[in-house]
């Protein structure tokens, strides 16, 4: 990564992820993108790419990632802190409160009955971004082996994730390993 | 005092902070069986209900993490289960970054990227398998729900959102 643009204060990153925390519902990465580099121009879309790609690698909620290390890249500990406390002021404080209001009328038939619509949808939006992940895979039948095992062991055995983690990534990344001369992917 | 859940629950999150690889979608199986089927902290019932606030709220899909939070123990719950989510992977993460620049074009680097990303992958295809088994529960118009969502959002470009809203007309209208 190269030296940044311009300087962005710790208020500057408060804010602009206050914006993003509040722009998406389900996720927020796509409104990330575009606030970063396309209307504040922190990062170019090369560098964003970078940011994204580090994040995913990582263990923890991705878009906490992207707050971190853009915070980080502007203004240290500081930045990193007041991007991610930007990122999860709003969205903390309405999903408490749309709860609490929620155990309020939990016993109205069309309130329950809409939380039921909603969670059923969801469910296939979730469905939806797993099949949209999974397209790439289907070039190389190993990655599709270890989508296969994860999904028996996690969704139909319920499987302890620390378990299935310890033993299946270091396989699956021994594979890519060794297969490392295929394409990227 | 500290109630005992407000401790298990922030050990819980902390530990699932650095197993969280592909994000907050991946690990819903696990919040799942340690929530419901483990400590019996709440009904499957509940769980979709949160599901479902967490995705009519604004903001990043990890709140499923605070509202889990919420229902075990109250406001300070869910905060405390949000900081205990995102703290140690911020950390890692806040370090890593450092060296990204030195490491990334690695060939581990993209090995395990690459070995990665099927395990990913097979984690959220199990979110989505138990959140629908859960949410739907015996419900067809609930499955149809979820099938007609995933087939709109496979092979359109439209947003999400009319999708929540519309599925929630039709639950409010009483017909699931």
């Given at each position: 990564?190269?030296?940044?643009?311009?300087?962005?204060?710790?208020?500057?990153?408060?804010?602009?992820?206050?914006?993003?925390?509040?722009?998406?519902?389900?996720?927020?990465?796509?409104?990330?993108?575009?606030?970063?580099?396309?209307?504040r121009?922190?990062?170019?879309?090369?560098?964003?790419?970078?940011?994204?790609?580090?994040?995913?690698?990582?263990?923890?909620?991705?878009?906490?990632?992207?707050?971190?290390?853009?915070?980080?890249?502007?203004?240290?500990v500081?930045?990193?802190?007041?991007?991610?406390?930007?990122?999860?002021?709003?969205?903390?404080?309405?999903?408490?409160?749309?709860?609490?209001?929620?155990?309020?009328?939990?016993?109205?038939?069309?309130?329950?009955?809409?939380?039921s619509?909603?969670?059923?949808?969801?469910?296939?939006?979730?469905?939806?971004?797993?099949?949209?992940?999974a397209?790439?895979?289907?070039?190389?039948?190993?990655?599709?082996?270890?989508?296969?095992?994860a999904?028996?062991?996690?969704?139909?055995l319920?499987?302890?994730?620390?378990?299935?983690?310890?033993?299946?990534?270091?396989?699956?990344?021994?594979?890519?390993?060794?297969?490392?001369?295929?394409?990227?992917? | 005092?500290?109630?005992?859940?407000?401790?298990?629950?922030?050990?819980?999150?902390?530990?699932?902070?650095?197993?969280?690889?592909?994000?907050?979608?991946?690990?819903?199986?696990?919040?799942?069986?340690?929530?419901?089927?483990?400590?019996?902290?709440?009904?499957?019932a509940?769980?979709?209900q949160?599901?479902?606030?967490?995705?009519?709220?604004?903001?990043?899909?990890?709140?499923?993490?605070?509202?889990?939070?919420?229902?075990?123990?109250?406001?300070?719950?869910?905060?405390?289960?949000?900081?205990?989510?995102?703290?140690?992977?911020?950390?890692?993460?806040?370090?890593?970054?450092?060296?990204?620049?030195r490491?990334?074009?690695?060939?581990?680097?993209?090995?395990?990227?690459?070995?990665?990303?099927?395990?990913?992958?097979?984690?959220?295809?199990?979110?989505?398998?138990?959140?629908?088994?859960?949410?739907?529960?015996?419900?067809?118009?609930?499955?149809?729900?979820?099938?007609v969502?995933?087939?709109?959002?496979?092979?359109s470009?439209?947003?999400?959102?009319?999708?929540?809203?519309?599925?929630?007309?039709?639950?409010?209208?009483?017909?699931?």
């Open positions: 990564m190269t030296a940044p643009s311009a300087p962005v204060s710790a208020s500057g990153l408060f804010l602009g992820f206050l914006k993003i925390g509040l722009s998406g519902f389900g996720g927020v990465m796509p409104f990330a993108r575009r606030m970063i580099v396309e209307e121009r922190w990062l170019t879309e090369l560098e964003f790419l970078d940011v994204l790609s580090l994040s995913q690698f990582l263990p923890g909620p991705n878009i906490v990632n992207v707050s971190i290390v853009i915070g980080r890249r502007f203004g240290g500081g930045g990193a802190l007041a991007a991610c406390g930007g990122l999860m002021l709003m969205p903390l404080v309405l999903v408490l409160v749309l709860a609490s209001l929620y155990e309020q009328f939990a016993q109205v038939d069309a309130v329950r009955g809409a939380c619509g909603v969670s059923a949808a969801a469910s296939g939006l979730i469905l939806a971004t797993a099949l949209k992940l397209r790439p895979l289907k070039e190389y039948a190993w990655q599709v082996a270890i989508c296969a095992v999904f028996v062991a996690i969704a139909l319920r499987v302890p994730l620390l378990w299935l983690l310890a033993a299946l990534c270091p396989v699956s990344i021994a594979i890519a390993w060794w297969r490392r001369g295929e394409a990227n992917g | 005092m500290i109630p005992p859940a407000l401790l298990e629950l922030t050990a819980q999150f902390l530990l699932l902070s650095m197993l969280s690889i592909g994000g907050a979608n991946a690990i819903i199986p696990e919040i799942h069986r340690r929530v419901v089927d483990l400590e019996h902290w709440m009904t499957d509940d769980f979709a949160l599901f479902a606030l967490s995705q009519a709220a604004p903001g990043p899909n990890v709140l499923i993490v605070s509202l889990v939070g919420w229902k075990v123990a109250g406001v300070v719950g869910g905060v405390v289960a949000m900081v205990a989510m995102s703290g140690p992977s911020s950390i890692l993460t806040y370090w890593v970054a450092h060296a990204w620049e490491f990334r074009d690695a060939l581990w680097r993209i090995a395990i990227q690459r070995g990665l990303a099927p395990v990913t992958v097979g984690l959220i295809l199990s979110s989505g398998y138990v959140l629908t088994r859960t949410a739907d529960e015996s419900s067809w118009v609930a499955y149809g729900l979820t099938g969502t995933l087939a709109v959002s496979l092979t470009r439209l947003h999400p959102l009319w999708l929540l809203g519309a599925a929630g007309v039709v639950g409010a209208l009483g017909w699931i």
